[in-house]
């Protein structure tokens, strides 16, 4: 859920003068710069991608569900953005299948410093199949803007944000340009730029460099995939070598900067920190609760839904962006209609993907819940709904489906409360109630979106305050 920008208006604007402050002052250097858009964005329209249906095609799994939280009463928590938050665990409650608790992976910051309509306000996390966890921040209801930042969960560890979960939040709070402790560090960071200018240009040159080399290597499985190709193990060794050659330089160009002379210690340990993000450009975002990753062709993708409801008219379309993860750049945008009958155009509002780089959406079916399948990539685009679906949900609002591809389910997330069917039984509508399983929790908080590593542990973004939190065993 977000909440209208109008609500932070008092914020804002004592955050406007923070920044005029700051400029004034002469503060230049950004730790993480938000690149530009790439403007040149190929636009797929697809027409109608619905295979349509009506109500009694869809077998109704009457099931028996335990309750989440169904009232979106909330019991928020303020955290000290600059000292020590103690870290919580969500345990399991009466009508969970096991016992999986869900405790503090890492708190989030007020944002990653690129807006001032920054207010904590993080609407979706998912994984990739190689460690990298990617958050989206959203600026608010009123702007549909926001930004992802992309974390290694390994290097995460190595800085040591397993030991203490405040280490993101601590390090970007230290650099927020809004407060006047912010813009102290930012003109000491400055200072600290001027030094050593040379270190941090190649720093950026190689971090751009290390992403075009990734892409380049995803495109070219991508492209390749299924097919007999000449060559093909050594040229991605060679991309391989590449990659490693650049990852060494970087590294011993971002240890360069740790052993500046004079440089004050908590300013350097927080610079690493931040440094450990690599952010998209600002762009469309929609709700900001979909941003997904598609193991096939390692290619990330998030709606620009602008409203909550269905589109308002059949000629209305869904809007999909996908993102190169290695660049973080858009690289295609969908466009589609999805008719339901003559009068209803469906829109987008969850999504999610499996290793074969199907599709997977949901949305609420009066008190129950529904699934859509099929594709969503640059081959083919198109869905239809699964042939049952669950009479009973335990939550309210539609947050978001995720995709345990460790187990195989398929999860629609709510509220306190995660219900997950195998997928291979949702395509083929052959789910009982007893397939069904369910985590229950007892938080009071949000549950805005849930994301599985390859062994199957769950990766849990809760407001407010806005964390990450990691189940304690694998999900089932």
């Known amino acids: 859920m977000k909440f209208k920008i109008k609500n932070y208006l008092k914020k804002v604007i004592l955050a406007g003068a923070f920044f005029t402050f700051s400029i004034t002052l ?3 250097a950004s730790i993480l710069t938000i690149p530009s858009a790439d403007e040149n964005v ?3 329209n697809e027409g109608n ?7 009694k095609d869809i077998y109704a799994v009457d099931n028996t569900t335990p309750m989440g939280n169904m009232d979106r009463k909330y019991n928020a928590r303020v955290l000290d953005p600059n000292g020590y938050n103690t870290p919580e665990t ?8 096991t016992n999986t608790s869900l405790s503090t992976l890492f708190y989030l910051p007020e944002g990653f410093n690129e807006t001032n309509f920054q207010h904590g306000n993080f609407q979706s996390v998912t994984l990739d199949n190689e460690g990298n966890i990617y958050i989206t921040e959203s600026n608010g209801s009123d702007t549909d803007l ?5 974390f290694n969960i ?7 944000v397993g030991q203490n979960p405040n280490l993101i939040l601590n390090a970007f709070s230290y650099f927020n340009p809004y407060t006047p402790e912010g813009i102290q560090h930012n003109l000491q960071y400055d200072k600290l730029f001027n030094q050593s200018k040379s270190q941090f240009k190649e720093i950026s040159s190689l971090k751009t460099k290390l992403g075009k080399q990734k892409s380049a290597k995803n495109n070219y499985e991508n492209k390749v995939r299924g097919h007999s190709v000449k060559n093909k193990k050594s040229t991605l060794k060679k991309f391989d070598k590449e990659i490693k050659s650049t990852s060494a330089k970087l590294s011993k160009a971002i240890k360069s900067i740790s052993k500046a002379k004079g440089a004050n210690a ?18 469309d975002i929609g709700h900001g609760q979909t941003l997904s990753f598609n193991p096939q062709n390692k290619h990330l993708y998030i709606v620009q839904d602008n409203i909550l409801t269905d589109l308002q008219s059949m000629e209305d379309n869904n809007q999909v962006l996908e993102i190169d993860p290695n660049t973080m750049q858009p690289i295609r945008k969908y466009e589609f209609k999805m008719w339901r009958g003559s009068s209803s155009n469906l829109q987008l509002h969850t999504l999610a993907f499996d290793n074969d780089g199907n599709a997977y959406w949901g949305r609420k079916n009066g008190m129950g819940y529904m699934f859509f399948y099929g594709r969503l990539d640059q081959h083919d685009v198109q869905f239809q709904a699964a042939p049952a679906y669950f009479k009973n949900r335990g939550g309210s609002p539609n947050q978001d489906v995720a995709m345990n591809n460790a187990t195989g389910r398929l999860y629609y997330i709510t509220d306190d409360i995660l219900t997950s069917i195998p997928v291979t039984e949702v395509r083929d509508g052959s789910f009982t109630a007893s397939d069904i399983h369910y985590q229950v929790y007892d938080s009071k908080r949000e549950f805005e979106d849930m994301t599985f590593d390859n062994q199957g542990y769950g990766y849990l973004l809760s407001l407010w305050p806005a964390q990450i939190m990691k189940s304690s065993a694998p999900m089932e």
Request: with cysteine; aromatic share 6%.
């Open 26 to 28: 002469g503060a230049s």
């Open 42 to 44: 190929p636009v797929y």
């Open 49 to 55: 991608v619905l295979k349509d249906y009506s109500s």
């Open 90 to 97: 969500f345990n399991a409650i009466a009508g969970s299948n």
């Open 146 to 150: 926001g930004v992802i930042a992309k």
């Open 154 to 160: 390994d290097q995460l560890r190595k800085i040591g």
């Open 266 to 283: 908590d300013l350097l340990k927080n610079v690493q920190i931040c440094e450990t993000a690599q952010l998209s450009p600002q762009v």
